[in-house]
């Protein structure tokens, strides 16, 4: 039976997991919701996602919702099955680092451009009302400041691990596919963090993912 991945590919959420379902070649079937009503059914909430979210994966009668989950998971079950990529190796404390690095991912990264992809791409659909300008450059020099970290980090390295891409990397691979339309000043001058991004963008997986799910620019009117 095949992956059925519900939601929607402008989600940068689904983006992850479509990145490391084509990293890993794992075929899925994609089920977009015919509409923002449906995933805020009742039917929905009781079985698919209790917060009325996307993406939710379902792989022979197992669901499982939230898309760093979702990626870890097809990690566990599926890495090795038909390639020789691999995102989290099996080295107890190499993986420790992997985690290390997600966790600074979704603690320190994220959250401000996330806040900046809201305000830019969603928020005129969800509120009915434009992006707010200073909430975007407040939330921007917060990013800055993480990506001066990042820079750090990065010194003499192609991935966030060493030489090879892992999840850790992959999982900031949509967040910056959609501020790179407005914000590559964050790391044009910044060496290390732009030859890492560069880097994510090459590989195989991330480069169909960016070609069959291309980010959308942002619509600020």
């Known amino acids: 039976m095949a992956i059925k991945l519900i939601g929607y590919s402008l989600s940068p959420s689904t983006l992850r997991v479509i990145a490391t379902l084509n990293i890993l070649g794992v075929e899925f079937d994609p089920a977009p919701p ?7 059914s009742p039917e929905y909430l009781a079985e698919k996602n209790p ?10 009668g197992f669901t499982i919702y939230e898309s760093r989950p979702i990626a ?9 099955k038909y390639n020789k990529n691999i995102l989290i190796p099996d080295d107890i404390q190499k993986a ?10 979704t603690c320190y990264f994220n959250p401000p451009l ?9 928020k005129k659909h969800n509120e009915g009302s434009g992006p ?7 939330q921007l020099e917060k990013a800055a400041k993480v990506l001066d970290v990042y820079e750090k980090i990065l010194e003499g390295k192609e991935f966030l691990t060493g030489s090879d891409i892992t ?18 000043d964050l790391w044009e001058n910044r060496p290390n963090v732009k030859r890492w991004i560069n880097n994510i963008f090459k590989n195989e997986g ?10 959308p620019a942002p619509k600020n009117e």
């Open 34 to 40: 015919a509409s923002f009503a449906d995933i805020k």
């Open 51 to 60: 917060f009325g979210k996307i993406p939710v994966l379902i792989d022979d």
């Open 72 to 80: 870890r998971y097809i990690v566990s079950k599926y890495q090795g």
């Open 96 to 105: 420790a680092i992997v985690d290390q690095y997600i966790s600074a991912e």
């Open 114 to 122: 996330a806040s900046v992809i809201y305000e830019e791409n969603f």
């Open 132 to 138: 707010d300008a200073e909430m975007i450059k407040s």
């Open 167 to 184: 999840l850790a990397d992959v999982f900031h691979y949509p967040t910056v596919a959609f501020v790179a339309h407005g914000h590559k």
């Open 206 to 215: 991330v480069k169909k993912t960016s070609e069959d799910h291309p980010a």
